[in-house]
């Protein structure tokens, strides 16, 4: 049997190499710190209850700029707001770890949260352009899924260790020699992307979709209903912008495109319910069975190998049963493999059904990340990949930050804390299956719609990696 498994040439791995090293990277950044608050506070005078802000600091900017940030760079150029990005990953990770005061300390966790709104939704979108839709675009998009989620666990594992044996600001520096690599490297190996005529940025729409996004964020995590009410008024007003304005920020023509609408609803609750799972899990490992932290960090990492081997073999999912049957199925796998959690009691017993279930659950997992961003960027083309990976991004980011308060906030409905955890582990998975369906039909075939293909047809960045 003919193997039909794209493969790279050399300068394409060295491409991934950077490119994927970059979202590798940024998404430690998100959760490499989450084990250390504590150390991290007392470090420079951060009280107890301002330290949930170390994560939101970070959280806000990545996901309220990361769509304003992916049309830039599409109408700017895709390498240079990469290349920006990685600028400014290396002075705010600098600014961090040499923070004595709380006003330092945040500041470099906001502008560590800019850099990734820049680099991630710009390095996706060269990864896009660069290898054409079909097996080997899916093929990358598998390896940017698996490490993706693998980064998540990874930062927690090496935050930990780092702490352990120097300092929570060991942290912030272990950035700065990848990212100084990276700003080397990439100018050699990517090109600019083509920049279409002169557009300008639809500043209005910018304006309001992400003073939306961070009122509504921030209404989640603080319980602030002003706020919440502020965000929904503003993302209203920027629909209607986009439909009136001649060069809107997100073409409404996409925005009801299917796969972008339901691609990124998937996204949304691949993203919001599994890093909840793992952090009510969390809860559940350490206050209810007495484990530590670095039992804890093993008990997931174990499994994440899972998260390894989808990456590499979700590619070839899709392209034998389509991508709207690998997202509907993995994501069931993620919300089926959550619900034997839900009836997990205070033996430590229970770890031969958790663990098993996180390794199931974990493959479903990044699974669905690689079909959801298949989905949220097929048929689109190469001048709106920029928008379509700004979409997706801060589809990634809006989820992340938001599950943890919304589920926690549900757990803590309830008197009894194992009891809580039961509760929102059981909408946990009600969420997730119920969207399944909604999913499923959400996709399914239109006859008025042009049919999205797997053939790859080469993108000028390809036949130049050809020729070289």
Known sequence: MTDTTPRFGGRQRLILFVLLGAGFMLSVDFSILNVALPEVGAGVGLGDTALPWITSAYALPAAG???????MADLFGRRRLFLSGMALLTGASLLGGFASNPEMLLTARALQGFATAMALPAGLSLLTTMFAEGPMRERVLGLNGALLSGGFTVGALVGGTLVSLLSWRAAFFINVPVAVVILLITPALVGESRQPDRVRLDLPGAVTVTGGLLAVIYAIIEKNLPSAVAGVLLLAAFWTIELRSPAPLAPVRILKRPTVKWGNYAGLVIFTMEPAMIFLTTLYLQRVLGLSPLATGLIFGIPGLASVA??????????????????AAGLSVQGLATLPLVFLGSDRMALAVLIPALFIGFFG???????????????????????????????QQVAITIGIPILGAVAATRSVELTGIHFALGVDVAVTLASVVLIWFGLRPRADLPAVTNLPVPTQAEE???AN
Do not use: K, W
């Open 365 to 395: 997992h990044v699974t669905c990340i690689v079909a959801y961003t298949v989905a949220g960027t097929s048929g689109l083309p190469d001048g709106e990949q920029g928008l379509a990976t700004g979409l997706t991004s801060m589809t």
């Open 464 to 466: 130049e990696l050809a």
């Open 310 to 327: 989808a990456g590499v073999i979700a590619g070839r999912f899709i392209r034998r049963l389509g991508t709207r049957a690998v997202l």
């Open 65 to 71: 700029f990361a769509l304003v940030f992916g049309r």
